[in-house]
């Protein structure tokens, strides 16, 4: 696949940060998404993070693994250090960079297919290891890349293109995450960017394992009559299913509504998703409530949206390790090659 490289010429009008960059300097190649795809819209809003945070590129660790939102890391940050993993394995790879070099700020794209099947293990294992990393969840219910086959977070009775019923019940990834003790959880939508940008600056600066799940609408394979995932939870007028050999122009989806309130947000195909954005008296510390508030509003159709758990108190892996500070590019052989003597005395430890 060829990438359009984006013009380099910036108009003087832009705005920069303390670093002298401004965001188009956090920017990567021109997409090659389809036109409308959430997806889009969650890159610009790690744009937005990333420079608002006034990071350099350079520090900044981007990981993916396979599908459309894997092809996501390649239009932010063309500056930062990037690697994209065979399907699933996303989660180990990131770990080894992160064992190597604790300096990097990691970020991991995947989609509700690359984590929730086939890198299901590893995903635990990265949040039970408690990784220094923001894990970005992009949810549209689909498998894009292989033509719209439901993904494990795709909701019972919802219909493909084709017509077929899903008839397994879904993984809730927040649910999930909150199970398996993440530190960092939080949920959003990718039309509310004054909602999601500042998660994602709370997720980037979280030392820990920061589980950032947004839905993510799908233009192509899940804008059609009897899909429940991401364009609508409910419907109210029938629509003709959007033809896969024409995928017209969209706008943007954006929603802008108080907190403790529902917002019913009206997607592409006329379709609705309520969103209700949570209270500022909930406590995001409190990990069964976290569980218990998300489940009480599924069952009445609405996604909770916002920062759901945060626990600032559990080590990360290098604490748990005793792993050093620097990178270890920057160690001295001697200490990395301490020799035969010293790994004899390591090696009593397990006989």
């Known amino acids: 696949m060829s990438y359009i490289a984006k013009p380099k010429v910036h108009t003087p009008a832009l705005t920069k940060n303390a670093l002298g960059l401004t965001r188009r300097d956090y920017e990567g190649t021109l997409t090659t998404l389809c036109a409308g795809c959430g997806h889009d819209s969650i890159t610009a809003a790690i744009v937005q993070a990333f420079w608002e945070l006034e ?3 350079y520090k900044v660790a981007k990981m993916s693994g396979i599908g459309c939102s894997s092809k996501t890391t390649a239009y932010f940050l063309r500056e930062a250090h990037g690697f994209n993993s065979v399907h699933g394995r996303m989660p180990s790879v990131a770990t080894g960079a992160a064992a190597a070099n604790g300096e990097l700020i990691m970020i991991g794209i995947s989609g509700d297919g690359d984590s929730l099947s086939i890198g299901l293990g ?3 294992h990265a949040v039970r290891r408690n990784l220094n990393l923001m894990y970005v969840l992009e949810n549209n219910g689909v498998y894009g890349l292989t033509k ?9 009775g919802s219909k493909s293109k084709r017509g077929v019923e ?4 879904p ?3 927040a649910l999930m995450a909150l199970t398996l003790g993440a530190t960092f959880v939080a949920r959003s939508f990718s039309g509310d960017k004054a909602q999601l940008v500042p998660i994602l600056m709370a997720g980037i600066r979280h030392r820990g394992f920061a589980f950032v799940d947004v839905i993510s609408p799908c233009v192509t394979f899940n804008d059609h009559e009897g899909s429940t995932k991401s364009y609508a939870y409910t419907r109210k007028n029938q629509l003709p299913v959007v033809a896969a050999d024409y995928i017209a122009e969209r706008e943007e989806i954006t929603a802008e509504y108080e907190p403790g309130s529902v917002h019913h947000v009206r997607l592409h195909d006329g379709g609705m998703v309520a969103l209700r954005k949570i ?8 990990r069964d409530r976290a569980y ?3 489940r009480e509003h599924q069952t009445r159709g609405e996604v909770v949206t916002g920062l759901l758990y945060v626990n ?3 080590e990360d892996m290098h604490a748990k390790l005793g792993t050093i500070p620097q990178s270890l590019t920057r160690v001295p052989f001697r200490d990395l090659c301490p020799g035969s003597q010293e790994l004899d005395r390591l090696q009593e430890r397990f006989r």
């Open 171 to 173: 993984i809730d990834g």
């Open 312 to 314: 600032e108190d559990q």
């Open 166 to 169: 899903n008839t397994m019940p």
């Open 292 to 294: 218990a508030y998300i």
């Open 122 to 124: 590893q995903f635990c």
């Open 148 to 156: 719209g086959q439901f993904s494990a977070s795709a909701d019972p």
């Open 279 to 286: 209270d500022p008296s909930y406590d995001h510390t409190d």
């Open 55 to 57: 990071i350099e590129p």
